[in-house]
């Protein structure tokens, strides 16, 4: 019995000095958007459709630069 509690106790100081308090979620949600924005990997691109005509015929094409 008393090899348990010490066993629990252990444990749980472990699991205690374990823990971090820089784990916590900002409490703003714009600073987690602002986190987004200056971490997101996606770049923005401009796009828009155009004619296009050839020996097929024409047609509209999306065109991206």
Request: hydrophobic share 45%; glycine share 10%.
């Amino acid at each position: 019995m008393k090899k348990t509690v010490l066993i629990g106790l252990v444990v749980i100081g472990i699991g205690l000095t374990a823990s971090s308090s820089s784990m916590a979620a900002p409490a703003s949600g714009n600073v987690i958007s602002q986190a987004a924005a200056i971490a997101s990997p996606v770049t923005k691109v401009w796009c828009r459709w155009r004619r296009v005509c050839g020996p097929r015929g024409c047609f509209s094409r999306r065109v991206c630069w």
